[in-house]
């Protein structure tokens, strides 16, 4: 679904295409976490559905979305750059 996501977003947005490193998810299920990282997204977890024990495979988890804004989301984001680099 992420996969799908990314390619419609990415025409929608005017952007052909859409690099899925530039995009982050937000989950709160292992499962969840997987399927973005398998499309090559960012993973924000949130502690909704399981501790964040569980969600150690996301880039950051946070146990409420009000944790979250959009500085935090560019910081995750640029974070993801330089690593790719």
């Not at 937000?26 to 499962?31: H, L």
């Not at 150690?56 to 946070?62: L, M």
């Not at 989301?73 to 640029?78: N, P, R, S, W, Y």
């Given at each position: 679904t992420y996969q799908l996501a990314i390619e419609r977003?990415?025409?929608a947005c005017g952007v052909k295409p859409l690099d899925p490193?530039?995009?982050i998810a937000?989950?709160?299920?292992?499962?969840g976490i997987?399927?973005?990282k398998s499309a090559?997204?960012?993973?924000?977890?949130?502690?909704?559905?399981?501790p964040a024990t569980d969600l150690?495979?996301?880039?950051?988890?946070?146990g409420s979305l009000l944790e979250l804004n959009f500085q935090a989301?560019?910081?995750?984001?640029?974070a993801r750059g330089q690593e790719q680099r």
């Open positions: 977003l990415g025409p490193r530039h995009c937000i989950e709160d299920t292992p499962a997987r399927s973005a090559g997204l960012g993973v924000v977890a949130v502690t909704n559905s399981c150690a495979g996301a880039d950051k988890v946070i989301m560019v910081g995750l984001a640029q």
